[in-house]
């Protein structure tokens, strides 16, 4: 009719009240965008370079060969009866892919500050990118592991399927840090200054260079209160069938790593609702 106004709907978004509880159909409504930001993250990281996807063979495949001369040749390291390069090379893999996505995932929220000030997302969208974006690198290594376990003669014991349960610890591990990490970055800028020096005391931490097995085995619960001890030792374990982490062990990696998630989650969430104006 003419003269009247017409009628719009205005549509408020408003913090969740709640921040331990996570809505998962509004973030599986999103998945199209963490797939997006996945790709482009790939694009980005690997535009414009000679070797392109090979960085993600070179650089597991140079620390191996550094790992193996220094701390395996030089040293006398045991490697629980492994080949040196097969030693270093599995627990590289998982090490590698959960400290570059807590890197990559702690200045994600900066990265994408334009985005978020403008646009209403599911910020956790975000740091999953990261998360999903290195499982890529992981699976092109993976595929030379494989190969090289043949080329010494090893082929991958019967608790191969076992890969899976430590994949997923490493994954949820990855995932909570980056959530912890990401959230504390946007009120804190100097926590990525930090960070590198944090991930190289823990990879020292953790039986990179040297296998778990030399751990006293009294002692080994409390040494698997780090997620990345048990993640590696039986990432390698499966894979080859040496040096079985424990079942407590395993426990207590797997108990830590729900509770540094679901604390992550109610910490982002929290973070979430005043995100844009501390970005």
């Given at each position: 009719?003419?003269?009247?106004?017409p009628?719009?709907?205005?549509?408020?978004?408003?913090?969740?009240?709640?921040?331990?509880?996570?809505?998962?159909?509004?973030?599986?409504?999103?998945?199209?965008?963490?797939?997006?930001?996945?790709?482009?993250?790939?694009?980005?990281?690997?535009?414009?370079?000679?070797?392109?996807?090979?960085?993600?063979?070179?650089?597991?495949?140079?620390?191996?060969?550094?790992?193996?001369?220094?701390?395996?040749?030089?040293?006398?390291?045991?490697?629980?009866?492994?080949?040196?390069?097969?030693?270093?090379?599995?627990?590289?893999?998982?090490?590698?892919?959960?400290?570059?996505?807590?890197?990559?995932?702690?200045?994600?929220?900066?990265?994408h500050?334009?985005?978020?000030?403008?646009?209403?997302?599911?910020?956790?969208?975000?740091?999953?990118?990261?998360?999903?974006?290195?499982?890529?690198?992981?699976?092109?290594?993976?595929?030379?592991?494989?190969?090289?376990?043949?080329w010494?003669?090893?082929?991958?014991?019967?608790?191969?399927?076992?890969?899976?349960?430590?994949?997923?610890?490493?994954?949820?591990?990855?995932?909570?840090?980056?959530?912890?990490?990401?959230?504390?970055?946007?009120?804190?800028?100097?926590?990525?200054?930090?960070?590198?020096?944090?991930?190289?005391?823990?990879?020292?931490?953790?039986?990179?260079?040297?296998?778990?097995?030399?751990?006293?085995?009294?002692?080994r619960?409390?040494?698997?209160?780090?997620?990345?001890?048990?993640?590696?030792?039986g990432?390698?374990?499966?894979?080859?069938?040496?040096?079985?982490?424990?079942?407590?062990?395993?426990?207590?990696?797997t108990?830590?790593?729900?509770?540094?998630?679901?604390?992550?989650?109610?910490?982002?969430?929290?973070?979430?609702?005043?995100?844009?104006?501390?970005?």
């Amino acid at each position: 009719m003419t003269g009247q106004t017409p009628y719009t709907a205005t549509l408020r978004i408003e913090p969740s009240r709640e921040p331990w509880r996570l809505d998962l159909p509004e973030i599986w409504r999103y998945r199209h965008l963490a797939l997006l930001l996945t790709w482009r993250d790939l694009r980005i990281r690997y535009k414009q370079t000679l070797l392109g996807a090979a960085w993600a063979i070179l650089q597991p495949l140079s620390t191996m060969l550094f790992f193996g001369l220094f701390f395996g040749r030089l040293a006398r390291l045991p490697s629980d009866g492994l080949p040196y390069p097969i030693f270093y090379y599995s627990a590289l893999l998982p090490w590698l892919y959960v400290s570059h996505v807590v890197a990559n995932g702690t200045n994600v929220l900066h990265e994408h500050a334009r985005i978020i000030g403008r646009v209403y997302f599911p910020r956790i969208v975000l740091p999953v990118a990261s998360v999903l974006g290195g499982l890529v690198d992981l699976g092109i290594a993976f595929i030379v592991l494989i190969l090289m376990m043949f080329w010494y003669g090893l082929i991958p014991s019967m608790w191969l399927p076992a890969v899976v349960f430590f994949l997923v610890l490493a994954v949820l591990t990855a995932t909570a840090l980056s959530l912890w990490l990401s959230a504390l970055n946007s009120r804190f800028r100097d926590v990525k200054y930090g960070l590198t020096f944090a991930l190289q005391l823990w990879m020292f931490a953790s039986p990179v260079v040297y296998p778990m097995t030399i751990v006293p085995e009294a002692w080994r619960p409390l040494y698997a209160l780090n997620p990345m001890a048990v993640v590696i030792q039986g990432f390698r374990w499966a894979l080859t069938g040496q040096g079985f982490p424990g079942a407590t062990p395993i426990a207590v990696s797997t108990v830590c790593v729900i509770a540094l998630l679901a604390g992550g989650l109610v910490f982002f969430r929290r973070t979430e609702a005043v995100m844009a104006d501390l970005l």
